[in-house]
């Protein structure tokens, strides 16, 4: 999850590859749940003095900065069904893999994965949280009568001591807009070398990102080529700005024109922080005669220790999630023939000024029937 929120929905794709099923399971433990919950009785109306006490004195300067303090983010992660309802599933059915064991939650927010965690029976899970939804967290935990399991730790995981000096296994959701933006795999990472038992695990433990290509002349015309001529102005100094900004949006399947190639796969378990900057080559083989508008960007991550493989993809041919896809205009309209090859390089890397940036450089050429390109643009997420 992130926190850049200008992005427009074109559609919603319907097609999921990994297994899953949103009913399943859940209900019975939600029931539980519900049951345990003492809601009811805190949920009497504040009186004016309380609501303003509880509901902080934050301004919107705050938000700007930390934006994981405010709930509407959180709300808009635990809504896709696809994230949170993959992560209830992996733990609910996989409880072998925390059942007695030490827990800990990276990132924790509202909370969620520290109290699935602690209803399959984990010994001690803690819950670390940065921004102030770490006090929200304390509540919920409270409020559902984990305070005995749960312990909610308000900081970065860079700067807190924890009670123990190992853990079983971590849990995190980490993965932002083109897997990397945010960089807060580092954070991972650091709390694995530092905690993690030896032959401990790491949830997930795999991430990969894929390249496809797409026609989207529309959409081009209307986010790039808009600054040519706005209102009779030329304001092309912006169109400049705006090819080297990924969209994050969602793709129409129909839109995708090549195959999809993988470009690189992440070992959450024994990876480097280093490794999350490389160059990835690619070939992508129309498989149609159309026009390439431009190349998208897509992540899976996949829970290997699980009974049976689980986990999701943020691809055009699976179910949306709020990750959509990452979409990176070309400078050419690239017109392409069935089983002619777009080949290239993709080099990815955290901004040197600011690490929570990705800086990303393509590099692509086409020696097609119609059209011979070759071209190296750059890129950042920010
Ligand atoms: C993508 S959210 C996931 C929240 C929650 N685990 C969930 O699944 O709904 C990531 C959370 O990690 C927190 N976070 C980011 N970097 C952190 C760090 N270095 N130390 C502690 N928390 C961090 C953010 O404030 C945010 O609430």
């Given at each position: 999850?992130?926190?850049?929120?200008?992005?427009?929905?074109?559609?919603?794709p319907?097609?999921?590859?990994?297994?899953?099923d949103?009913?399943?399971?859940?209900g019975?433990?939600?029931?539980?749940?519900?049951?345990?919950?003492?809601?009811e009785e805190d949920?009497?109306?504040c009186?004016p003095?309380?609501s303003?006490a509880?509901?902080?004195?934050?301004?919107?300067?705050?938000?700007?900065?930390?934006?994981y303090?405010?709930f509407?983010i959180?709300?808009?992660?635990?809504?896709?069904?696809?994230?949170?309802?993959?992560?209830?599933?992996?733990?609910?059915?996989?409880?072998?893999?925390?059942?007695?064991?030490?827990?800990?939650d990276?990132?924790?927010g509202?909370?969620?994965?520290?109290?699935?965690?602690?209803?399959?029976?984990?010994?001690?899970?803690y819950?670390?949280?940065?921004s102030?939804?770490?006090?929200?967290a304390?509540?919920i935990?409270?409020?559902?009568?984990?305070?005995?399991?749960i312990?909610?730790?308000?900081?970065?995981?860079?700067?807190i001591?924890?009670?123990?000096a190992?853990?079983?296994?971590?849990?995190s959701?980490?993965?932002?807009?083109?897997?990397?933006?945010?960089?807060m795999?580092?954070?991972?990472l650091y709390?694995?070398?530092?905690?993690?038992?030896q032959?401990?695990?790491?949830l997930p433990?795999k991430?990969?990102l894929?390249?496809?290509?797409?026609?989207?002349?529309?959409y081009?015309?209307?986010?790039?080529?808009?600054w040519?001529n706005?209102?009779?102005?030329?304001?092309?100094?912006?169109r400049?700005?705006?090819?080297?900004?990924?969209l994050v949006?969602?793709?129409?399947?129909?839109?995708?024109?090549?195959n999809?190639?993988?470009?690189k796969t992440?070992?959450?378990?024994?990876?480097?922080?280093?490794?999350?900057?490389?160059?990835?080559?690619?070939k992508?083989?129309?498989?149609?005669d159309?026009?390439?508008?431009?190349l998208v960007?897509?992540f899976?991550?996949?829970f290997t220790?699980?009974?049976?493989?689980?986990?999701?993809?943020?691809?055009?041919?699976?179910?949306?999630?709020?990750?959509k896809?990452?979409?990176?205009?070309?400078?050419?309209?690239?017109s392409?023939c069935?089983?002619?090859?777009?080949i290239?390089?993709?080099?990815?890397?955290?901004?040197?000024?600011n690490?929570?940036?990705?800086?990303?450089t393509?590099?692509?050429?086409?020696?097609g029937?119609h059209?011979?390109?070759?071209r190296?643009?750059?890129?950042?997420?920010r």
């Amino acid at each position: 999850m992130d926190t850049q929120n200008n992005v427009d929905v074109k559609n919603q794709p319907t097609k999921i590859r990994f297994e899953y099923d949103d009913d399943e399971e859940a209900g019975t433990l939600e029931e539980v749940a519900t049951e345990s919950s003492n809601l009811e009785e805190d949920t009497a109306m504040c009186e004016p003095e309380d609501s303003f006490a509880a509901g902080d004195d934050k301004t919107s300067a705050d938000y700007y900065f930390d934006s994981y303090s405010h709930f509407g983010i959180h709300e808009e992660m635990l809504k896709d069904v696809v994230r949170t309802k993959t992560y209830q599933n992996v733990i609910y059915k996989n409880s072998f893999l925390f059942k007695d064991k030490i827990v800990l939650d990276v990132g924790a927010g509202t909370g969620i994965l520290s109290l699935f965690c602690a209803k399959v029976g984990a010994k001690h899970v803690y819950a670390v949280e940065c921004s102030s939804m770490a006090d929200m967290a304390q509540e919920i935990v409270k409020l559902n009568g984990y305070s005995n399991v749960i312990a909610v730790l308000k900081g970065k995981i860079e700067e807190i001591e924890l009670p123990v000096a190992q853990v079983d296994v971590i849990i995190s959701e980490w993965m932002g807009y083109f897997l990397v933006y945010e960089n807060m795999l580092n954070t991972v990472l650091y709390a694995r070398d530092k905690w993690l038992v030896q032959d401990g695990l790491v949830l997930p433990d795999k991430a990969s990102l894929y390249l496809t290509a797409i026609e989207d002349a529309d959409y081009k015309e209307d986010k790039i080529e808009f600054w040519n001529n706005v209102y009779g102005f030329d304001m092309s100094c912006i169109r400049k700005q705006s090819i080297m900004e990924p969209l994050v949006d969602t793709v129409e399947q129909n839109q995708i024109v090549t195959n999809c190639q993988l470009l690189k796969t992440m070992d959450i378990s024994k990876m480097t922080a280093g490794d999350a900057s490389f160059t990835a080559p690619f070939k992508l083989v129309a498989e149609r005669d159309d026009y390439i508008h431009a190349l998208v960007a897509y992540f899976d991550v996949s829970f290997t220790k699980c009974h049976k493989l689980m986990g999701f993809s943020t691809g055009p041919k699976s179910r949306a999630t709020h990750w959509k896809q990452t979409v990176l205009y070309l400078e050419d309209v690239l017109s392409i023939c069935q089983g002619e090859a777009v080949i290239g390089t993709l080099t990815v890397a955290p901004n040197k000024k600011n690490p929570r940036d990705v800086d990303i450089t393509l590099k692509y050429s086409l020696n097609g029937r119609h059209c011979q390109a070759s071209r190296t643009q750059y890129y950042r997420m920010r």
